[in-house]
């Protein structure tokens, strides 16, 4: 199956046009973005967090300390909702009302696992670093058993998700394309500047390929 | 006052070090950013969805479609949850479990209020406009009556918030530091490139000075 099922909180109200299930569209926008948002619901009030997050095949997972009250909340597989965006510019219509922003977004609604197996554990945690800087996780020291100890990973299963995108220049109510308005896109783009060097790193250590590759890895594809 | 009050929810729990409350460093952070993500319930499901929002005062705006379901959610009063987030840069450890993101957030609890009075609501919306674009509403014709009668605002009180923050290098393990492991920070940041013109622009017509103004307007103080 290349899509994910429509379910009546996947399905798109307004502008369904927008939508997309396919699985390529889903998994390229999680794996482009490096952080997510985590809505949840504690003694009846919403709830959002920011956190990293990362994806093997139809698996979300997300991480943090043990002792930390989302991780807790999450754990125990407590329903939730994830939203992904990218935001790939502003579009400057003729009038106000027409001004829109182009993004790729994903939300996904489910409940989270926490990850007990150890192997699984550190599996997805190596997929994280290699995620963000390939090559990496070869370089670091292993994790202690304390660490992984004070590490809670949350799977979440890549069910119930749809993604919803704008791209592509304004559209303006015919009448208005006589105006004498400036009108076009702004991209935007998450980007990389220069390496800062650790104030202890030891000294003649060289940059790593996987920092200057950054931007090119996580460019949207006509960015 | 200059300090949001801290009340049960904002209240930080580990790491209170990296929390904030005054008006300042609150105000920065929504401003810089251009995009939130609304949490909410809906039928007992937590519900996140992102959304552009601007600043007056000590109020947060966001608009939508009058026949949006969100919009609708909101505009009934229910409960929210906001997130906004800046990611300033990835902090690479000497230990995956020391490597961490630098970041600016702001969460804020409440309400909001459909804005009803169209004097605030025409207010609103051009603040919106000018924060991106400065000057621009003045370009624009102005909006027609039914499409303000098709725009939802909310206001959002700046009442419950609270802002958590995390810069500079890594915080390696005394006995890490020795390791032949690159460590330092990647500096991560939104930034503009160039303007396109919409492909029915009026030909000979100049790019505004608030375009090419963008990345020094939206970039962090030490960016």
């Known amino acids: 199956m290349d899509s994910y099922e429509v379910t009546p909180r996947t399905r798109l109200g ?4 927008r939508g997309a ?20 619901v504690v003694d009846g009030h919403p709830r959002v967090i920011p956190t990293a997050h990362w994806r ?16 807790r909340s999450l754990a125990t597989g407590i329903e939730l909702s994830v ?12 009038s106000g009302f027409h001004s829109s922003i182009n993004y790729r977004s994903v939300v996904i609604h489910g ?20 995620k963000l800087t390939p090559g990496r996780w070869a370089e670091l020291r292993p994790p202690t058993e ?8 949350i799977a979440v299963p890549l069910a119930e998700v749809s993604a919803k995108l704008r791209a592509g220049p304004p559209v303006d109510d015919e009448d208005d394309y ?3 308005v400036r009108a076009g896109e702004l991209p935007l783009a998450t980007r990389a500047g220069a390496p800062r060097a650790d104030p202890r790193l030891k000294p003649g250590m060289p940059a790593p390929a996987y920092l200057a590759d950054f931007n090119r890895r996580f460019t949207a594809p006509d960015g």
């Open 146 to 153: 304390q660490e992984l100890k004070a590490t809670t990973v």
């Open 178 to 180: 006589g105006l004498d």
């Open 14 to 17: 307004r502008l369904a046009k």
């Open 83 to 94: 939203a992904v965006t990218l935001m790939d510019g502003l579009v400057l219509a003729r």
């Open 111 to 130: 409940r989270g696992r926490k990850v007990t197996r150890a192997a699984e554990r550190l599996r997805a945690l190596e997929a994280f670093v290699e």
């Open 21 to 40: 299930y396919d699985r390529g569209t889903v998994h390229g926008i999680l794996d482009q973005a490096l952080i997510c948002h985590v809505g949840f």
């Open 56 to 71: 093997l095949g139809d698996t979300l997972y997300l991480h943090g300390s043990a002792a930390s009250r989302m991780m």
